[in-house]
C-alpha cells in the first residue's frame, strides 16, 4: 500500500510524522472518508466540499480543491484498489514545540492513504443499536480527527454487545457514533436536522435525494427516543456502512426485526446509483 504524506509517496509503513505535528499532540485537523466503486470515488465534490467547510470552521487554509482531487486521482492509479475508501486528513502542521498555539503559521499535513473495502451488493443484518447519551461537544458538524467522545462511545456500546450507538442528548436524537440514522413512519422518511449537533454526512444527502426521487417524503426533523416505538423501520448510513438496516434498539424490536420495504427500495437505489 502506497501512501501521500506531504507531497510524497511512501509505502504505508515507512511513513512517518513529526512527534510535533498538531494531529499527533491536540489532534488539531479534520478529515474525510471517500468510498471507492469500481476505482472511482463517490460524490467526490460533495467531499470536498464538506473538506472545505470544516476547513472554514477551524481557519485552516486549503489548496484549491482541484489539488485534492488530483491527488485522489494518483492515490487510487498507485493502489489499484477497484472497491476502497480513500482517507484524507490534514492538520494544522508541525510546531517547534507542543503549544496550544503556533506562534507563527505553519504548514499543513496532509495524508491520504486508501484501504481495501468490500462493497455490498446485498441487503445486510440488521443491527442491533443502543441508546447512549451523547457525550460529546457542540460542534459535532466539523469533520473533526478529535474523535475520542466518539470512541468512547464505540466502546460503551461495545460492552452492550450492541453494533452502534444512537446517540441523543436530552431525548433529542442526534446521530451515531460514526453514521447517521433515518426512521420510516407510515411511509415517510425522517433524519434528525444537520445542525451543529451532528454530521452532515454525505451518505445522508445522497439518501434524501435518492427518497425524493422515488417520491418518498422526506422530513429533517427534531425526533426524540420517546417517539422509537413507533417507527416502522430504522436504518444508518455512512460512506463505510452504505444503508445499514436497524432490527433492534436496547429492547425496542423494530418492524419485526427484518430489514423494512422502504430501507430495501433505498438500498436497490443506492447499489444502483454506485455503478
Ligand atoms: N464516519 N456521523 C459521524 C459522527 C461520522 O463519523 C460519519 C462518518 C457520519 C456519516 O458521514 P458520511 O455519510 O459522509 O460517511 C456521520 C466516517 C465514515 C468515519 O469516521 O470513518
Known amino acids: 500500500q502506497v501512501v501521500y ?3 510524497e509517496w511512501h509505502a504505508a509503513t515507512a511513513a512517518k510524522i513529526s512527534v510535533n505535528d498538531r494531529g499527533f499532540l491536540f489532534a488539531d485537523g479534520i478529515y ?3 468510498p471507492v466503486y469500481q476505482q472511482r470515488p463517490f460524490l467526490l465534490d460533495l467531499h470536498l466540499q464538506r473538506l472545505q467547510r470544516s476547513a472554514a470552521a477551524i481557519s485552516l487554509s486549503l489548496a484549491p480543491l482541484e489539488t485534492y482531487q488530483v491527488l485522489i486521482t494518483e492515490l487510487l ?20 514545540h507542543r503549544q496550544h498555539l503556533p506562534s507563527q503559521p505553519l504548514t499543513p499535513t496532509v495524508y491520504a492513504s486508501v484501504s481495501p473495502f468490500n462493497a455490498r451488493w446485498e441487503i445486510p443484518t440488521p443491527f442491533t443499536v443502543t441508546l447512549l447519551d451523547d457525550i460529546r ?9 478529535s474523535l475520542l467522545g466518539n470512541i468512547m462511545l464505540k466502546r460503551a456500546c461495545q460492552q452492550r454487545h ?8 436530552d431525548g433529542r436524537i442526534t446521530e451515531g457514533a460514526s453514521c447517521n440514522y433515518f426512521f420510516v ?3 415517510q422518511l425522517y433524519t434528525p436536522p444537520a445542525d451543529h449537533l451532528i454530521l452532515a454526512g454525505i451518505t445522508r444527502t445522497w439518501v434524501i435525494h435518492l427518497a425524493k426521487q422515488l417520491q418518498i417524503e422526506v422530513h429533517e426533523t427534531p425526533l426524540f427516543t420517546h417517539e422509537l416505538t413507533a417507527m416502522d423501520e430504522v436504518f444508518l448510513t455512512s460512506s463505510s456502512r452504505e444503508i ?3 432490527g433492534q434498539i436496547d429492547d425496542i424490536m423494530i418492524g419485526q426485526g427484518q430489514c423494512g420495504p422502504i430501507t430495501a427500495q433505498l438500498i436497490g437505489a443506492y447499489h444502483t446509483s454506485k455503478r
Open 162 to 169: 450492541a453494533d452502534e450507538p444512537l446517540l441523543h442528548r
Open 137 to 145: 461537544w457542540l460542534r459535532c458538524d466539523i469533520k473533526s480527527t
Open 32 to 34: 474525510e472518508v471517500i
Open 5 to 7: 504524506l506531504n507531497g
Open 185 to 187: 413512519r407510515d411511509g
Open 77 to 96: 492509479q498507485r493502489n489499484r484498489v477497484m472497491d476502497g475508501l480513500v482517507y484524507l486528513q490534514l492538520t494544522f502542521g508541525i510546531d517547534e
Open 244 to 246: 445499514q438496516p436497524v
